[in-house]
């Protein structure tokens, strides 16, 4: 697709239970990124990689947080034992350049919408 | 660490007529960039502009201005003849930007709402 995509949109999901949410970057890009986003507040970093490489994880807020990129393309943020206050919109965004030079500008995708009953 | 700070939770403008959208940030590197993102009620982050901290002139992308004061510390939006469209969530976000190059995270503000008004 022209855009990044992620999936689910939505995401209901009991506390306990662990979720799995996929980001597709734009073809091509070699950075990807996660964020989260509370309502009324600007997105939050959690990690990134090049290509296959997590460079930062510096933002995940604890070891029930994990994300991979195996093939340097998609990549899947992984949740465990979800709690309530893990509800927010988890955003991926990607971008061409593996570096810092630059407008390297990210581009976002739409998010997914997770809600822990 | 870096920092931004967004002090306007939410602003009016009547359409046609131009608003300025306020931003500091607060960093100790020599070299960043900052960008604008509007996010309207549909959820979307849409790119608008871009400052590098040694561009000498201010970004300017259509009606979107960034009005960038390093001393200061500044980089303030300015849209010019505000439209209906424009109402939206405005986030100001800095990014780190490493010599050696390793592409670095998006530091957020808290966003301005913007309403257009009649």
């Known amino acids: 697709g022209a855009g990044v995509s992620q999936s689910p949109r939505y995401k209901v999901t009991k506390r306990g239970q662990d979720v799995a949410l996929r980001c597709d970057p734009i073809s091509g890009h070699v950075s990807l990124y996660w964020y989260r986003q509370a309502l009324g507040q600007g997105p939050e970093f959690l990690t990134y990689f090049n290509y296959e490489a997590q460079q930062d994880k510096s933002g995940l807020p604890n070891d029930r947080f994990s994300a991979e990129r195996p093939e340097g393309s998609i990549s899947t943020l992984t949740i465990q034992r979800t709690e309530q206050r893990d509800s927010a919109m988890y955003r991926c965004?990607?971008?061409?350049?593996?570096w810092g030079q630059g407008n390297n500008e990210q581009f976002f995708g739409p998010g997914t919408r997770l809600t822990v009953l | 660490a870096q920092k931004i700070t967004q002090t306007q939770p939410g602003m009016f403008v009547q359409e046609k007529e131009a608003v300025t959208l306020d931003c500091t940030y607060d960093?100790?590197?020599?070299?960043?960039?900052l960008f604008w993102y509007k996010q309207p009620s549909s959820g979307e982050m849409i790119f608008l502009i871009y400052?590098?901290?040694?561009?000498?002139q201010n970004a300017t992308e259509g009606r979107y201005s960034l009005n960038f004061q390093k001393a200061r510390k500044s980089a303030n939006l300015v849209i010019s003849a505000s439209q209906l469209g424009d109402s939206a969530m405005y986030f100001c976000a800095m990014r780190e930007v490493f010599p050696t190059g390793t592409a670095s995270k998006l530091t957020f503000g808290t966003g301005t709402r913007l309403q257009v008004t009649l």
């Open positions: 400052q590098g901290s040694y561009d000498e």
């Open positions: 960093t100790s590197d020599q070299s960043y960039g």
């Open positions: 965004a990607s971008s061409l350049l593996g």
